[in-house]
Structure formats: C-alpha cells, structure tokens
C-alpha cells in the first residue's frame, strides 16, 4: 500500500495546468473558421479576424439551429478603445462547444453612429412614441380613459424604443432599461384625471366655454407626457451609439469531432465481511476496472463531472481467513459496482459493494450456485488513466 500512495503523489506532481482558449480565426471573404476547418470543441475559444479602421465593436452571437431571432446561446462583444488603431478584433468565446455538433453564428460590426444618424434615431422614436400616445387616450365630457393599463402602456411604449434601437449599440454598455417610475405615475395621473377641474387648473380666457377648457386641459396634460417620455429616450439617443454597419451569418458550421474517453481504473480496495470494532474480518486487494463520469467537464458543475459509476473486478480472491476465501461468480474473480469522485487528478475514490463467492464446494468456472453468492461494502483507492477510442470510425 505505501509503494501504491508513492506513485499516486509521483502522478500528482507531475499534473500540468493549461489555458482553456483556443484561438480561431475569422474569415470575413469566404465566411469561415481556420481556413475551413471544424471549430474547437469543449473548449472556450479566443476569436479574432481582421477589421476595418472605422470599425469601433465586433458582436458575436452562438445559436443552435439557423433560427437567429430567439436568444443566442452565448454573446460577447469587442470594442476598438478610443486611441487604438488595431485592424484586428480579439475576444474571448466563454461558452465551450459540444462535439459533432452544428452551430450558427452571427457577427456583426458596428461604427460610430454620425450626429445626422443620432438626430434621425431620436426623431423617429419620437415620432412613433408620440403616435402611440395620441391613439391609446379617449377623451370624454369629463374624464380622460386609457385604453389599456398604465404598466401596459408603460410596456408597449418601452417595445417601441427596444425594436428602434435594433441597429445600434451603446459604446459604454449603457442599455435601455425602460420607461421609469415617473412615467407611470404620470399615466395613472391622467387615467385619474377629472375635468371638471380644467378651469382651476389652466390658464383661462373668458370666451372659451367648458368642452374647449376640458379639452386643453386634456391636451396639456397629454403634451407634458410626451415632453417626459421624449426626454427619457433622449438621454439614451444622445449617448455614443454604434450604427450596425455589417453583418454576417455562417449557418450551421460543425464543430470537430469529439473523442471517446475510456476511463480505466486500477487501484486497491478493502471489503468488509463481519465483526465490529473488536472483532473486524475483512480482506484486501487490487482492482481494475472503467468509470462513468456523470457529466463532461466542459458542460457540467465540477462535482458532477468528477462524479461516475464504476464497476470492474477484483484481480485476486479475497482471504477472509484460512477456511474463507471468496472469489466471484461467472468471472471466479470478486467484482464490484460502486460510485466513485476524482478527488485529486488521477485519483478516483470508490465506494461501493462488491459481489461475492465462497470458493467451497467447487472451483470452476461453471460451479455457479446462487446459495454461495453474497454482498459486501467496499472503498478504495485507485490510479485513473483516460484512454482514447474513435469510435466514428
């Protein structure tokens, strides 16, 4: 057993750390990866291409099918810094691919939107923004209706400023977050309001008669809506906005295929038989055996991918005693199932139980009686090797 713990701590030593990134290099004529081959898999990549100098961001977007218009898998964006000059974009892709598998990417460039793009962006969410508020208020002898809930209007108005701004970006990763409080209070106000009021409340001449006063004073307090909603869009409209100058789309490009891991096991194990602390009967002996992890690195937490089931045979017979010696059915060697975690690199724990056989009453491989069959508990210890098999082949 020391020599055994010796050569685990000599394998331990020996373990090398490397960066996850593989770097993949974009095509932007011919719309391929590394000069057309398969995209790394479960790995994280490091992507990069060629860009022109008034490009100022480079967006990624990973898909799973050519549907590009639900939600990517993965997004991440490159920004050219303010005195750079790079005619290159670099970023990271922190999403590993899975192995033969087709994925759909998107990459779209961006410039620095002009003072004439900016003043045309805002002048049409104004427009539209302005249009829905004339059409979603009803205004009668003495109140002013919404036709829909003031959060629903709140989320209609703030649809309208999202689908206006799909061509552009911000530089400083400041977004849209919606219409604020202020506006809906605003809009419960006036869904609140009574007209009766109006000549309190307004400015009024002596010739103007009750349905001209409640109709300006509903003007007014629509007129000072928009003025809020129009300044809100403003503040994010007047920003440093990147125009969508170019896009390009490579629909379903493979990954590489993926090899085949063989984990094999080979450690020592105790298994208990009987007794407790002051009269304990158990044996021990080398094992081999394969492992199951219950999850790839690359796609599931650390504890589930250093998790497996594992199941091989013992490769002597267990000594209980003089008389009791078990070896195992069909094999005629003990074999055993348990669950195992790779607690250091290379080295797995198992626990399990072992399936036995008493060696009385026969020795061959067919003297196979249930009545001589049993269960005990196992742990050990074991040396984990990984071998490779291609099984596409």
């Given at each position: 057993m020391k020599k055994i713990y010796t050569f685990f701590l000599l394998f331990l030593c020996s373990y090398p750390l490397f960066a996850?990134?593989?770097?993949?290099?974009?095509?932007?004529?011919?719309?391929?990866?590394?000069?057309?081959?398969?995209?790394?898999?479960?790995?994280?990549?490091?992507?990069?291409?060629d860009v022109g100098s008034n490009i100022g961001m480079v967006e990624v977007a990973i898909y799973d099918s050519p549907d590009t218009n639900k939600d990517?898998?993965?997004?991440?964006?490159?920004?050219?810094?303010?005195?750079?000059?790079d005619s290159r974009f670099t970023l990271p892709v922190n999403y590993p691919l899975r192995g033969?598998?087709?994925?759909?990417?998107?990459?779209?460039?961006?410039?620095p939107a002009s003072a004439q793009q900016q003043r045309l962006l805002l002048s049409q969410l104004s427009s539209a923004l302005d249009s829905y508020i004339d059409q979603s208020f009803v205004v009668s002898k003495n109140s002013i209706e919404l036709r829909k809930h003031p959060k629903n209007m709140r989320s209609d108005m703030n649809a309208i400023v999202n689908q206006g701004l799909q061509l552009y970006k911000n530089q400083i990763n400041y977004e849209f977050q919606g219409f604020s409080d202020i506006v809906l209070n605003k809009l419960e106000q006036i869904n609140d309001l009574r007209l009766r009021k109006a000549r309190l409340n307004i400015l009024a001449r002596e010739e103007d008669d009750k349905r001209t006063l409640r109709l300006k004073y509903a003007q007014e307090q629509i007129e000072a809506l928009k003025v809020m909603v129009n300044q809100e869009v403003a503040q994010y409209a007047n920003t440093q906005l990147l125009a969508l100058t170019d896009s390009k789309k490579i629909t379903d490009y493979a990954t590489e295929k993926t090899r085949n891991i063989?984990?094999?096991?080979?450690g020592y194990g105790g298994v208990y038989y009987s007794g407790d602390f002051d009269n304990f009967v158990s044996a021990s002996a080398p094992y081999a055996g394969v492992s199951i992890p219950f999850g790839r690195a690359a796609f599931s937490s650390d504890f589930w991918s250093k998790s497996s089931i594992s199941a091989g045979v013992f490769l002597q017979n267990l000594e209980f005693g003089e008389d009791n010696v078990a070896t195992g059915p069909i094999v005629k060697r003990p074999v055993y199932v348990a669950l195992g975690y790779r607690a250091l690199p290379f080295v797995r724990i198992n626990a399990g139980a072992t399936v036995l056989q008493s060696d009385q009453g026969g020795n061959s491989i067919s003297d196979f009686n249930v009545d001589r069959v049993y269960v005990r508990p196992f742990i050990g210890l074991s040396l984990e090797l990984n071998f490779w098999a291609d099984l596409n082949r």
């Open positions: 996850q990134y593989e770097t993949v290099v974009f095509n932007y004529d011919r719309t391929y990866f590394n000069e057309g081959q398969p995209l790394p898999a479960e790995s994280n990549l490091m992507l990069t291409g990517p898998l993965y997004k991440n964006a490159w920004k050219k810094g303010a005195s750079s000059s033969n598998e087709e994925y759909t990417l998107v990459l779209n460039y961006y410039e063989i984990a094999i096991n080979l």
